[in-house]
């Protein structure tokens, strides 16, 4: 009888275009966890139509009907539709039922996967459906050379006369690193990588992360469960919170699906008395709405590191009727020394009216094709009240590069983290055009003339190279193919029994019968994810490849010669 109730579960489930896969024949479990927690009220309305649902699922006070979420989700964990990928994780040997991965029914922010690393990227194609697949998440005592320091690969620099070698990293006179760097991979990854040269050294962080909305045309992973969300931004905000000088500063700009989350979860990883506005930009065109106001804002958290003192220059905007800002005439005193400079204008304040979006700005020539980019005056704004020239400003989810154009108008030192290639490329275009004085954005306010340079870098793959290749596969075949590559060069779950998984597994029809996107998955989940990237302190390893030149200066980079 439960078996019957539970296909007559599935085929209601069926009827919501938003959890069935049609083509797959797949249901997506964590976005149907993820819609009971929220009470979704299409849901319970799908719930409440059928008799037998409604009579197990709801009790009834009076004449309201109560969803009992934490049985329906029971009864989805121990009924799951399609257990043949589950039973071949077994026969592989992975591991399965990993307790840190089970729904746990307590305060706000004790999420699942919360005390565990969500290595993976931001990628297109790691989608909700494949949340743990592609975005793997790791227990803490499964951690052991994830967040060692990568070696990195493919140095170059970036002038007014274009492309070259890079032949030394310039350093202060206190020894810190001084370039302005672009850094292609994963960015948790390259966060840890980071901080060996410049814990406690950054200024002021800004991240435009994504921002979870169901957006398939989004090129980023703009679609992870709430749960993964949370996991993904508190593994990056606690590596960042080291980077950040004692009063240094960070920004993070979102929407309304996550920022309120994103408060408490900042509250927490760096106190709630860090928190210093909750500044609202506010577009000029709102989005259009039936049932509701419309939305036409988005919000920045800004915090700093420290509760007691923090770098913060006051920014002045235009009197309502102003044409601009102006500089008083600025005396001496009697004792020589200057006043402090005032401006004809008003204190800045954390009500954002005056910044235009490019919703009504479509021919600006900032645009460079990227969805979700953002007006270079937010940056300066921000990069100007938050740091001084020289100071050191990261951005980790840099995008359009935005933060990188002006930090370097701004003449601070930039480092930016970027894992898409198709955004490294409109990142190196962009911070090019910069270099040669372009007159976009901020330019022609700044009197900006160009100048400047940058250095590019990648963090050295291994494993990912390989997960790179299961993804690219469009047949079991060509995966076959690939099993004795994977065997021989690449690192391997030390679980998985590769003889039995080459010379039966592979060869049976249930196999055969998981169809493609669940066979490259299972793929996946043999490589290691200790092994996704060349650690420096393997740089000689020949195995690796890495060049005499990429090793000297990956010595270079966390000084260590």
């Not at 990628?123 to 951690?143: K, S």
């Not at 940058?454 to 190279?465: G, H, P, R």
């Not at 994977?486 to 010379?503: D, I």
């Not at 393997?538 to 010669?561: I, Q, W």
Request: proline share 2%.
């Amino acid at each position: 009888m439960e078996n019957i109730f539970k296909n007559k579960l599935y085929k209601l489930f069926e009827k919501d275009a938003r959890l069935w896969d049609k083509e797959k024949k797949e249901l997506n479990e964590t976005l149907l966890k993820d819609l009971i927690d929220k009470m979704d009220e299409k849901l319970i309305e799908l719930l409440l139509i059928n008799r037998e649902t409604k009579q197990k699922f709801f009790i009834k006070v009076k004449n309201v009907y109560i969803l009992k979420q934490k049985e329906l989700k029971f009864f989805i964990d121990e009924n799951r539709l399609d257990n043949s990928y589950t039973q071949y994780k077994n026969k592989i040997g992975l591991r399965v039922g990993n307790k840190l991965l089970t729904e746990r029914d307590e305060v706000v922010l004790n999420w699942p996967f919360k005390d565990c690393v969500l290595e993976g990227g931001m990628t297109r194609e790691d989608q909700r459906r494949n949340e743990i697949f592609f975005n793997e998440v790791l227990a803490e005592d499964e951690i052991d050379r994830l967040f060692d320091p990568k070696a990195l690969v493919n140095w170059k620099r970036y002038t007014q006369k274009g492309e070259e070698k890079v032949k030394e990293l310039k350093r202060g006179k206190n020894g810190i690193l001084r370039e302005n760097l672009m850094i292609k991979g994963n960015n948790l990854l390259a966060l840890h990588s980071l901080k060996q040269q410049f814990q406690n050294k950054v200024k002021l962080i800004y991240i435009d992360p994504p921002y979870n909305t169901n957006n398939d045309s989004f090129s980023y992973n703009d679609n992870f469960s709430h749960s993964t969300w949370l996991t993904f931004m508190k593994n990056r905000l606690k590596v960042a919170r080291d980077l950040l000088s004692d009063n240094g500063s960070i920004y993070i700009q979102l929407d309304y699906n996550e920022v309120h989350y994103c408060k408490i979860l900042m509250d927490e990883v760096f106190g709630r008395d860090c928190f210093r506005n909750e500044i609202i930009w506010c577009y000029e065109k709102a989005r259009p709405a039936e049932k509701q106001f419309k939305r036409n804002h988005d919000t920045i958290l800004f915090y700093s590191k420290n509760k007691e003192d923090w770098f913060f220059n006051v920014q002045y905007v235009p009197r309502k009727g102003d044409k601009g800002l102006v500089k008083r005439t600025v005396k001496k005193r009697p004792d020589g020394t200057i006043w402090e400079a005032k401006y004809e204008g008003k204190i800045a304040p954390d009500w954002w009216v005056d910044i235009p979006s490019f919703a009504t700005a479509m021919t600006s020539k900032e645009r460079v094709g990227f969805a979700t980019q953002k007006p270079e005056k937010i940056l300066e704004r921000i990069i100007n009240a938050s740091s001084s020239s020289g100071d050191i400003i990261l951005d980790f989810c840099s995008g359009s590069g935005t933060t990188l154009s002006v930090a370097h108008k701004l003449k601070r030192q930039w480092i930016s983290i970027e894992q898409m290639e198709d955004q490294i490329k409109k990142q190196i275009n962009r911070l090019e055009n910069t270099i040669n004085g372009d007159e976009s954005g901020i330019s022609k306010k700044i009197n900006w003339r160009g100048g400047g340079d940058f250095v590019y870098t990648e963090l050295a793959k291994w494993n990912e190279e390989a997960k790179e290749k299961i993804l690219k596969a469009k047949s079991l075949n060509e995966l076959e193919k690939l099993f004795d590559q994977l065997y021989e060069r690449y690192f391997l779950n030390y679980n998985v029994k590769t003889k039995e998984f080459k010379e039966k597994i592979i060869k049976e029809e249930g196999f055969k019968k998981l169809g493609l996107a669940k066979q490259k998955k299972l793929f996946v989940e043999m490589l290691d994810m200790n092994q996704m990237y060349v650690n420096f302190s393997e740089r000689e390893d020949k195995k690796y490849k890495l060049s005499k030149e990429d090793v000297t200066l990956s010595e270079e980079f966390y000084n260590s010669k």
